[in-house]
């Protein structure tokens, strides 16, 4: 099956950021501004099977990634999740990690259990974006992970 976390055109449409093990993209369908994944470059299905390597890099990575996604979005907090297998909710059998920046009164705000709201009721208010809007903002994020390089190297 085709991954599309393993696929070129994909992930050079939508990565801003990355490094030998890791790679922060921005979601095809993000349920607030700035929503953006983190994977790893090598095509593990579960988070479980990171190697030493990869789990020994990932929180620097992470917090690299969640600096540039709340400088997009102009956030101070945010959530980060992982949904591991298709009962938690996992679409792409590529593990990867939320970001997503929060703030008052957004869409999440009114669901303290927005976790289990269903898909769809995240399709209707938040459809996919298009290339060209999502290009526009992997643009942005790149030009922050260039103007911020050497803050960003120090998390
Ligand atoms: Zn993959």
Redesign the pocket.
């Known amino acids: 099956m085709e ?4 696929d070129a055109s994909n992930l050079n449409l939508r990565k801003f950021y990355e490094n030998g093990l890791f790679i922060a993209l921005y979601n095809i369908r993000p349920v607030t501004e700035g929503h953006c994944l983190v ?1 790893p470059k090598r ?1 593990v299905e579960s988070f479980i099977s990171l190697n030493d390597e990869e789990k020994k890099g990932l929180s620097s990575f992470v917090g690299r990634s969640i600096f540039m996604a709340l400088k997009f979005a102009n956030a101070y907090q945010f959530d980060l999740t992982l949904q591991e297998g298709k009962d938690a909710g996992q679409s ?3 593990t990867h990690l939320h970001i997503i920046p929060r703030k008052k009164d957004d869409f999440l705000s009114p669901k303290t259990r927005w976790l289990s709201v269903p898909e769809h009721d995240f399709g209707s208010v938040n459809p996919p974006l298009t290339k060209e809007e999502t290009e526009r903002i992997v643009k942005k994020l790149r030009l922050i992970a260039k103007e911020h390089a050497v803050q960003i190297e120090t998390i």
């Open positions: 991954c599309p976390f393993c994977i095509h792409v059998s590529h």
